[in-house]
């Protein structure tokens, strides 16, 4: 079983439609990150939240809200979903007092916004 | 200049070779480096941290120039299976850590 677990694998949407893309852990971890990923840009980090009742913006967050529910749980919602949203999204996870600031990732979202 | 910059590639090679990828790093108080390795459309996934001293994990060496503001890695005895992109992934320093991530070397091990 994933460690970290992303829902939906895959989704296609319109401009303009809501969507959450969720994310669960079983590690553990205090330490949540939502990425995207877009060929010739990288990895650019759009929030993070370092425990529950934490919540910060990263380099590209406009457009992007989240939502930490519980330690295991950090989803990231497009209030209005644009195409240039379209990207590979991923969750991931660290816990600095063990395992340092390795990042272990869920197996990404396709998102595609028409 | 961006601040983690690497070689996109990519670097076809045959099974066997040794093959060495740089990444050089703009932040001279940049804390911590890594080298990640993500196959295509999948997640990546931490394949060695980067010590100041170099070290080594079977047939990856990774190295560290301060001086120079770059880190390398070394694949020896290349397999078909150390086809894939190469991340390099540089912490700065601070409370938050932030990782910088290169856009990726990509290499092709062929038969």
């Known amino acids: 079983d994933a460690d970290v677990t992303q829902t939906p694998r895959n989704r296609i949407t319109k401009t303009g439609k809501r969507i959450m893309l969720e994310c669960s852990q079983t590690?553990?971890?205090?330490?949540m990150y939502w990425y995207r990923q877009d060929p010739g840009l990288g990895l650019r980090l759009i929030y993070y939240s370092f425990d529950v009742k934490d919540i910060n913006k990263g380099e590209i967050s406009d457009g992007y809200s989240v939502s930490r529910q519980a330690q295991a749980k950090f989803s990231l919602s497009l209030e209005s979903a644009i195409p240039n949203q379209t990207a590979l999204y991923f969750c991931?996870?660290?816990?600095?007092?063990?395992?340092?600031?390795?990042?272990?990732f869920g197996s990404g979202t396709q998102l595609s916004v028409l | 200049r961006k601040e983690v910059e690497q070689d996109p590639g990519p670097f076809n090679v045959p099974e066997g070779a040794t093959v060495a990828f740089n990444c050089t790093y703009s932040n001279s108080a940049s804390q911590s480096f890594f080298w990640y390795r993500q196959d295509c459309r999948k997640e990546p996934k931490l394949l060695m941290s980067?010590?100041?001293?170099?070290n080594e994990d079977g047939r990856f060496t990774a190295q560290l120039n301060r001086a120079s503001q770059y880190i390398s890695l070394l694949i020896r005895d290349s397999k078909l299976s150390d086809s894939a992109t190469y991340l390099c992934?540089?912490?700065?320093?601070?409370?938050?850590?932030?990782?910088?991530w290169g856009l990726g070397t990509s290499l092709a091990v062929n038969p």
């Open positions: 590690k553990g971890h205090d330490r």
């Open positions: 991931a996870t660290s816990d600095p007092g063990r395992t340092g600031e390795k990042l272990f």
């Open positions: 980067v010590y100041s001293s170099g």
């Open positions: 992934v540089v912490s700065n320093a601070g409370n938050n850590r932030k990782l910088i």
